[in-house]
């Protein structure tokens, strides 16, 4: 797959993210700067009140332009609906709050978000029970489901080794047993995978990323059926309060009018990049989902579009020590955690040497890259220099 390729995307969707065809007016909405809105009558802030997750009321449940941001992303993920929160965190939360009980256990499935699993962990006081599957086959995954396993988790690709899950299976098994098959799409992105399509239930995504893409906001959003979604608004979103502010839905919705572009571009550029440091002396290995073979290729073909602007390089390095100091010598790369924005990114998923018996899965000399829109060239030179 040429993941460069302009014609990756799906046609819809870059009409979607240009809200190409709208009705006359503005461009762009405006920003309701509202907390409150005013009805007629008692009566009808009543009736209006009865179907909140729709009609705004109270801007900690529905504002105009956080709803149009929502429709936006539930027409790219072929969702009934979507509701948007004030960050990726808020979202997952909401989702977990709104669909686990006391005596429910949630299975994660690959390389989960960190502060994802802390969340987790403080369930576990409330009564959620919670394991890891890390092995990717469906084998394994099944095997690893309790009778009390309500809810199947997953990322992929994984935000660090960028592992692909056989989600067609996930999502098949799991909707024959009645759990709730919920993915985080960040690094996919809504334009590169379509897990409702390949039978999630949900799919969230932190839109501080590439839908923001400009590093200048933060926002989450969980995407799936109207009643899904209702429930996550009136048990998570309302109560939680992690609402999204209006502002911050504007600034998501200009950044998805460039996603297909940005992304296209730093695919692109990912790639090569990705390609140039797998034939380094210097390289052990590249992760990087283009590249993988046997069943990673297989199911990249069939359930990904393309892949984004990430990966990460295992170097040939003696210690985690001169693998920071690559990473410092970098001068385009901000040293910084987050991605998905213009500007290039380097980090390491050890803050300190992890020592023989904790490097299991994340090597010590490992960093991971999120391609910018500096250019190949300069990028690919700016790391010639920090590695020589
Ligand atoms: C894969 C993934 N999911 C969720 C989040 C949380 O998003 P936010 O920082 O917007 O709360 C992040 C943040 O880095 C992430 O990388």
New binding site residues.
Partial sequence: MDSGSPDVFDPADRLTCLRAGDAAGPVMPPVVQASLFRFDSLEALFAAQAREHEVSVYSRGTNPTVRELEQVIARLERAEAAKCFG????A?AATLFALLEAGDHVLFCGDI?G??IELAERLAGFGVGHSRCFATDIDSIEQAITPTTRLIYC?SPG?MRFELLPLHEIAAFARARGIFAVI?N??ATPLLQKPLELGFDLSLH?C??YIGGHSDT???TVAGSNELVERIFRRGYMLLGAAMAPHDAWLHLRGLMTLPQRLAQQQADAMEIAQHLASHPKVRRVFHPALADGVQAKLFARQMRGHSGLFSVEFDLPDHASTIAVANRLQLFGKA??WGGVESLVTSPWRRDPGDAEELRMPRTMLRFSIGLEGRDALIADLGQAMA
């Fill in positions: 960050s990726g965190m808020g997952i978000y502060p994802t990322e935000s985080d960040t690094v932190s501080t990323k933060l926002g989450g955690i987050s």
